[in-house]
């Protein structure tokens, strides 16, 4: 396998700030609008289920959460809802939500301090605290990833991939480590194909629509989209792994502690925000929830939800971490020479005593 960059403008953008200072400048990343269809978030009504943000005690002192998410997909559908719903202002913390274009950009932004918290795959963070980065996994978000693997029109099989350039997040990823470990399956080893970074979602399915490659790695709603345009969904992530924790909420430890009170109402909204949404009852707004702010169409929002909020319950339930999720990472980044044997248990990355606060009755 030979692993090279793609040299397009939004890609060398990518690289210039991936590579930039370990003190990361303030993100430059798209800031998700404000709330448009109510007055101010604290006048939301009180969701079903779930802790009435009017009933919340007074918090101490307000603050604002700077979040870093990694494109506009259904991955941050818990994030939207607290700040669309008012569970975070109930808790007084100001969600400011910054979507970026990879999981470099979001950790450099953390560890500079122009980021309070961010959404990262673990993977990544995993990498990043072996690089002496001092951050830690608080919470989960994003807890059983399904990607599809989608071809060009022209890409009907696995098998059409041999001698092929496919597209990825970026060269180490979880969802490139996630790609290798399904096309070996398919008995493609790492020679048979070329991967090059082209950067998050929205970027792969802009590559795969030019042509500049025979295929790339999905979420939703983009795959429900692409297949409906004539491309070719080849497999599905959970065909070889069930369990993969993906995007975790992580924070900067020396942060953390000085602003503990801060973290655990931060969480609390989170987890606030997570139980609402797997509410029945709130269906027909969540989906209108995840229309706003990914653009979907209506009938790919629902084939999401059914998805995400089904049997397969892709999104955290109220901030939970997939621990066998956290296992198969691991495992995999064993496989591909990212960590060494003795191989780490999940706890060396994660720090759960914000959680466990936040969720305490």
Same mark, same amino acid.
């Given at each position: 396998m030979r692993s090279r960059f793609l040299v397009l403008? !939004? !890609?060398?953008?990518? #690289? !210039?700030?991936?590579?930039?200072?370990s003190t990361a400048p303030a993100p430059t990343a798209t800031r998700?609008?404000?709330p448009t269809s109510a007055?101010? *978030?604290? +006048?939301?009504?009180? *969701?079903? &289920?779930?802790?009435? *943000?009017a009933k919340a005690a007074a918090p101490a002192k307000s603050a604002t959460i700077r979040h870093g998410q990694i494109g506009t997909t259904a991955g941050a559908w818990d994030i939207y809802v607290g700040i669309e719903k008012g569970f975070f202002t109930a808790e007084g913390i100001t969600m400011d939500l910054i979507f970026m274009r990879s999981n470099a950009e979001v950790i450099q932004a953390i560890v500079g301090g122009s980021l309070e918290a961010g959404g990262p795959t673990p993977d990544a963070v995993i990498n990043a605290i072996g690089k002496g980065a001092e951050i830690s996994i608080v919470a989960g978000q994003f807890n059983r990833i399904v990607y599809s693997l989608m071809g060009g029109p022209q890409t009907k099989t696995v098998a059409d991939l041999k001698g092929k350039t496919l597209g990825v997040s970026s060269i180490k990823d979880g969802s490139t480590f996630l790609l290798k470990r399904m096309l070996a399956a398919k008995g493609l080893g790492e020679k048979d194909y070329d991967l090059v970074q082209v950067g998050g979602t929205p970027d792969r399915l802009a590559a795969l629509k030019g042509g500049a490659v025979a295929a790339v790695m999905l979420t939703q709603p983009q795959d429900f989209q692409s297949v409906e345009e004539g491309f070719n969904r080849l497999m599905l992530s959970t065909d070889v792994v069930r369990d993969f924790q993906f995007n975790v909420i992580t924070v900067k430890r020396d942060w953390a502690k000085a602003n503990s009170d801060v973290l655990v109402r931060y969480l609390r909204g989170l987890s606030n925000s997570a139980r609402w949404l797997y509410d029945p009852k709130n269906r027909a707004e969540v #989906?209108?929830? #995840?229309?706003k702010y990914t &653009?979907?169409? *209506? +009938?790919?929002?629902?084939?999401?939800?059914? #998805?995400?909020l089904g049997p397969t319950q892709v999104m955290s339930r109220e901030g939970e971490i997939n621990m066998e999720?956290? &296992?198969t990472v691991i495992d995999i980044m064993g496989e591909t020479g990212d960590l060494q044997k003795p191989l780490p248990t999940p706890d060396k990355f994660i720090d759960l005593t914000y959680y466990q606060k936040a969720v305490q009755k």
């Open positions: 403008p !939004v !890609v060398l953008s990518l #690289l !210039v700030s991936a590579c930039s200072a998700a609008a404000a007055a101010a *978030p604290q +006048k939301a009504e009180a *969701p079903a &289920k779930a802790e009435a *943000p #989906l209108q929830i #995840l229309i &653009k979907a169409q *209506p +009938k790919h929002a629902e084939m999401t939800y059914d #998805l995400f999720g956290m &296992k």
